[in-house]
């Protein structure tokens, strides 16, 4: 079997201050595995972005084991790192000023990664990556004179410089419009067709329901996943589907290896509990939560 593109293990961040200490990742388990398409959603501060800025090498854990295309994060020189960043994972940032050089052309900027690490026919690999993404025909323009949903597709490109083994994206649709998030998607849906490991943090329901594989974070750890539907995976570029308002997936409570499972809040206020003590039975095979009336 092909070793797993993400390996996290009971993954913990502590953030602290002279007064207070933040638990930003409370034992987070996940395995993504090469050649996933996978999206993380959760509310602000539910830990996604801390998980993503460890994947990438920008943040360490605290306590726990995490993995990436077979390099312990845990264990790594500050040497190691450097390299880890340039050529196992790219990156694409919602905010383009983390992404692109104002004074840099188009082409320039996708060449730059590759300077960086000494690759050869750098300028040839530039245009097909920017033919790939679309912007083949603004590879001499600069930054001010692009639309953000132009400078997102080359920060792609960017992204994919020095051929990384896994692509993150961090909100890569948050600041563009419907059609050119619809392109965006497809981009990454193309690259994932051709063997691509892709994890993207997003907020737009639209993507995130087109995606065959998305896990959601609540208060720092898997609450649940959500697999698109057989009936769904052959239509993503159909017009005629609503993505925002059919229930294109199904969706499955995650439990961890103590055999624990986080409950949805809606579900636990309708058990109108006393206390925070439920009631566990099994019946015709199901197991069944129930709790006594509040007094």
């Known amino acids: 079997m092909a070793e797993a593109m993400i390996q996290a293990d009971g993954l913990v961040k502590i953030y602290k201050s002279k007064l207070t200490e933040v638990l930003a990742l409370q034992g987070l388990d996940l395995t993504v595995e090469t050649g996933e398409l996978t999206a993380i959603i959760g509310n602000s501060g539910s830990g996604k972005s801390t998980f993503l800025n460890m994947i990438g090498g920008l943040d360490k854990p605290s306590a726990g084991a995490l993995s990436v295309a077979g390099s312990n994060l845990f264990t ?68 001010n004179t692009m639309s953000g949903g132009e400078q997102q597709r080359i920060a792609i490109a960017i992204a994919l410089a020095n051929s990384p083994k896994l692509l993150l994206a961090d909100e890569p649709t948050g600041s563009v419009d419907t059609a050119t998030a619809d392109y965006i998607f497809d981009v990454f849906t193309e690259l994932n067709k051709n063997g691509q490991t892709i994890l993207i943090v997003t907020h737009d329901i639209a993507l995130s329901k087109k995606v065959r594989r998305v896990v959601a974070i609540r208060d720092g750890k898997i609450s649940s996943e959500r697999v698109l539907k057989e009936a769904y995976a052959d239509r993503l570029k159909e017009a005629t589907v609503n993505w925002r308002e059919e229930e294109t997936q199904d969706e499955y409570a995650i439990l961890d290896r103590a055999g624990r499972v986080q409950i949805p809040r809606e579900l636990l206020n309708s058990l109108k509990l006393d206390g925070n003590k439920v009631r566990i039975e099994m019946k015709d095979g199901k197991v069944i939560l129930s709790g006594s009336e509040k007094k």
Request: no cysteine; charged share 30%; net charge positive.
């Open 76 to 143: 790594m020189t500050e040497k190691q790192l450097v390299r880890y960043k340039r050529d196992t994972v790219g990156f694409v940032w919602q905010n383009n000023g983390r992404n692109l050089l104002p004074y840099l052309t188009a082409v320039q900027n996708v060449m730059l990664p590759m300077r960086l690490s000494g690759r050869r026919k750098k300028r040839a690999r530039a245009l097909e990556l920017l033919e790939m993404v679309g912007m083949s025909h603004r590879k001499n323009s600069r930054l």
